[in-house]
T-cell receptor, first 112, second 116 residues
Framework: KQEVTQIPAALSVPEGENLVLNCSFT??????LQWFRQDPGKGLTSLLL?????REQTSGRLNASLDKSSGRSTLYIAASQPGDSATYLC???????????FGAGTRLFVKA | GAVVSQHPSRVICKSGTSVKIECRSL??????MFWYRQFPKQSLMLMAT?????????EQGVEKDKFLINHASLTLSTLTVTSAHPEDSSFYIC????????????FGPGTRLTVL
């Protein structure tokens, strides 16, 4: 059974700092991995999707990596801004049925 | 990018009534839609997977007679919470998969259900 873990559960950093969010999964038979952002009381915004054959994806100040063999993904946020404050969710899409399993998320607070 | 809408965004109902939530893919055909619920400060829990024209597949522990899902077209799926109780109060979110995008999921804005 696939399990997704995100560390840390919460993070507070000063503005301008580079930071890394971690995601680990137990079953490497994944189809792809997706990082999302969720603001309080809102739905999810897709940030980056990494296919199982890829090792990383970049969008602006965000870079996501994937190491399937070790069951890990990281989300790197460069030069953090107060507007980056949100909960970041990692989701793994399994092969066969394409069921999505979410991690519990990392709550990020960027102080001005 | 692909857009998914949900309606209503917020609903308050009395215990015992039924509530229908709609999920629509606005600019793509979604052969598969997913329904999730999220409790405060917790992550999303998959409730069911809905494929167009067939019965939904429910996750273990989710009552299919209580949470009725209908996926009548490639752009619309509905979730009906029947005989709602206060413990059904939650944030319900749908997502739709665009097969042209490596099964990337696009999420709706969510529906906040409060059962009094």
């Amino acid at each position: 059974k696939q399990e997704v873990t995100q560390i840390p559960a919460a993070l507070s950093v000063p503005e301008g700092e580079n930071l890394v969010l971690n995601c680990s999964f137990t079953d490497s038979a994944i189809y792809n991995l997706q990082w999302f952002r969720q603001d309080p009381g809102k739905g999810l915004t897709s940030l980056l999707l990494i296919q199982s054959s890829q090792r990383e994806q970049t969008s602006g100040r965000l870079n996501a990596s994937l190491d399937k063999s070790s069951g890990r993904s990281t989300l790197y946020i460069a030069a953090s801004q107060p507007g980056d404050s949100a909960t970041y969710l990692c989701a793994v899409i399994n092969t066969g049925g394409f069921k999505t399993i979410f991690g519990a998320g990392t709550r990020l607070f960027v102080k001005a | 990018g692909a857009v998914v809408s949900q309606h209503p965004s917020r609903v308050i109902c009395k215990s015992g009534t039924s509530v229908k939530i709609e999920c629509r893919s606005l600019d793509f055909q979604a052969t598969t839609m997913f329904w999730y619920r999220q409790f405060p400060k917790q992550s999303l829990m998959l409730m069911a997977t809905s494929n167009e024209g067939s019965k939904a597949t429910y996750e273990q522990g989710v009552e299919k007679d209580k949470f009725l899902i209908n996926h009548a077209s490639l752009t619309l799926s509905t979730l009906t919470v029947t005989s709602a109780h206060p413990e059904d109060s939650s944030f319900y979110i749908c997502s739709a998969t665009d097969r042209g995008s490596y099964n990337e999921q696009f999420f709706g804005p969510g529906t906040r259900l409060t059962v009094l």
